[in-house]
T-cell receptor, first 112, second 115 residues
Framework: QKEVEQDPGPLSVPEGAIVSLNCTYS??????FMWYRQYSRKGPELLMY????GNKEDGRFTAQVDKSSKYISLFIRDSQPSDSATYLC????????????FGQGTILTVHP | DTGVSQNPRHKITKRGQNVTFRCDPI?????LYWYRQTLGQGPEFLTY????????KSRLLSDRFSAERPKGSFSTLEIQRTEQGDSAMYLC?????????????FGPGTRLTVL
């Protein structure tokens, strides 16, 4: 079993929809949780991160972490075609705060 | 552009050949990471450096793989006797390494195809 599990999708939504992306993790030592966005044939770019449990909002994006259920979520409001990309969740903590453990990635398509 | 740069962007090689990739991190970033990403998967950690010291290596990094960061600036990743299973995107990331979270900034990657 992978330490971070993510539904690969693909997920297709109409423009303006609310998108919910989710991951689960198994390592209780993880304390930092990140969401990266990756366009085709590009490197991942950091969208946002959260520490431990709680919510964090940045514009149209909201990240949530529930450590009791080991569940990570990213919500995208008013989705745009430019949001079409692969979204990767990642976690860090324990003995190695530097090493990121990624999920498989969810492919999102927002159609006009 | 002051982001992470990687060269070459694409590399096609024949099985059994050696290849070397280069990564130039963001200036003043002390940490440098290497990840490997195969099609349809998330990046997998390979190794990382704090300045010139290699601090952690994944078990994925077989003895055919070697990474260096000789002066604490750029880094190279060499794969000897390449195999078809080495075909992947090799990603480099850098970070300041002096705070939590250790925010990593990724380069565009080097796509390796082993024929």
């Amino acid at each position: 079993q992978k330490e971070v599990e993510q539904d690969p999708g693909p997920l297709s939504v109409p423009e303006g929809a609310i998108v919910s992306l989710n991951c689960t993790y198994s390592n209780s030592a993880f304390q930092y949780f990140m969401w990266y966005r990756q366009y085709s044939r590009k490197g991942p770019e950091l969208l946002m991160y959260t520490y431990s449990s709680g919510n964090k909002e940045d514009g149209r994006f909201t990240a949530q972490v529930d450590k009791s259920s080991k569940y990570i979520s990213l919500f995208i409001r008013d989705s745009q075609p430019s949001d079409s990309a692969t979204y990767l969740c990642a976690a860090a903590g324990g003995t190695s705060y530097g090493k990121l453990t990624f999920g498989q990635g969810t492919i999102l398509t927002v159609h006009p | 552009d002051t982001g992470v740069s990687q060269n070459p962007r694409h590399k096609i090689t024949k099985r059994g050949q050696n290849v070397t990739f280069r990564c130039d991190p963001i200036s003043e970033h002390n940490r440098l990471y290497w990840y490997r990403q195969t099609l349809g998967q998330g990046p997998e950690f390979l190794t990382y450096f704090q300045n010139e010291a290699q601090l952690e290596k994944s078990r994925l990094l077989s003895d055919r793989f070697s990474a260096e960061r000789p002066k604490g600036s750029f880094s190279t990743l060499e794969i000897q006797r390449t195999e078809q299973g080495d075909s992947a995107m090799y990603l480099c990331a850098s970070s300041l390494g002096d705070r939590l979270p250790d925010t990593q900034y990724f380069g565009p990657g080097t796509r390796l195809t082993v024929l």
